[in-house]
């Protein structure tokens, strides 16, 4: 019988400190540094679409939006994580280091479904992101066909999900006061490759 060989536990400073460091981004939980896939050119185009949409709504108004490179802690699990697209409306609260680059807020979180991540994104990563208290609204988008799903948190916490699915489909993200149509999100994904 062969001895199990136990891992070293990394402290979330440590990973922070390894993260700051590293090239690719990586996420964090339970004393375990996770590499994260890279994307594809359809999931990179959408998240972009997103993006760039929410961004023009948004100007002139107190929310902001990012793309992937923001991290987001949730200290309720400890999870450190790197969502596809992320709004924050008022001041953003950031882990108080020397660096100021892990976000705490998010009001919205996209995630682009991709296969080798969708079944985590819309299970274990959503359990997470449900006890982040500032979140009122998460959305999941495929790449692989015109699809999106949006989970918005109601008075009594529990979470409703609505489907979104065909070419003339229109999100309306309650919690920012925007919208996202099926249209916008895939312009330019070429689903005959």
């Given at each position: 019988?062969?001895?199990?060989?136990?891992?070293?536990?990394?402290?979330?400073?440590?990973?922070?400190?390894?993260?700051?460091?590293?090239?690719?981004?990586?996420?964090?939980?339970?004393?375990?540094?996770?590499?994260?896939?890279?994307?594809?050119?359809?999931?990179?185009?959408?998240?972009?679409?997103?993006?760039?949409?929410?961004?023009?709504?948004?100007?002139?108004?107190?929310?902001?939006?990012?793309?992937?490179?923001?991290?987001?802690?949730?200290?309720?699990?400890?999870?450190?994580?790197?969502?596809?697209?992320?709004?924050?409306?008022?001041?953003?609260?950031?882990?108080q280091?020397t660096?100021?680059?892990?976000?705490?807020?998010?009001?919205?979180?996209?995630?682009?479904?991709?296969?080798?991540?969708?079944?985590?994104?819309?299970?274990?990563?959503?359990?997470?992101?449900?006890?982040?208290?500032?979140?009122?609204?998460?959305?999941?988008?495929?790449?692989?066909?015109?699809?999106?799903?949006?989970?918005?948190?109601?008075?009594?916490?529990?979470?409703?999900?609505?489907?979104?699915?065909?070419?003339?489909?229109?999100?309306?993200?309650?919690?920012?006061?925007?919208?996202?149509?099926?249209?916008?999100?895939?312009?330019?994904?070429?689903?005959?490759r």
């Amino acid at each position: 019988m062969s001895a199990k060989v136990k891992k070293k536990y990394i402290s979330p400073e440590e990973y922070l400190e390894f993260e700051r460091a590293a090239l690719e981004k990586h996420e964090y939980f339970d004393g375990e540094i996770f590499d994260m896939a890279g994307t594809s050119e359809e999931h990179a185009n959408i998240s972009s679409n997103i993006n760039a949409s929410l961004n023009f709504q948004l100007k002139k108004r107190p929310c902001k939006s990012y793309q992937s490179d923001l991290r987001v802690h949730i200290p309720a699990t400890g999870l450190y994580t790197y969502p596809d697209v992320i709004v924050v409306c008022g001041k953003p609260q950031l882990a108080q280091d020397t660096y100021l680059d892990t976000l705490l807020n998010p009001t919205l979180i996209v995630e682009v479904l991709s296969p080798p991540t969708a079944d985590y994104d819309k299970g274990t990563k959503f359990d997470h992101y449900r006890s982040i208290e500032s979140l009122r609204e998460y959305v999941l988008v495929w790449q692989d066909k015109k699809r999106a799903a949006r989970y918005t948190k109601q008075a009594d916490g529990s979470w409703l999900l609505h489907d979104f699915i065909g070419e003339d489909a229109e999100i309306v993200l309650t919690s920012i006061d925007c919208s996202l149509s099926i249209e916008d999100i895939y312009d330019k994904v070429d689903f005959d490759r």
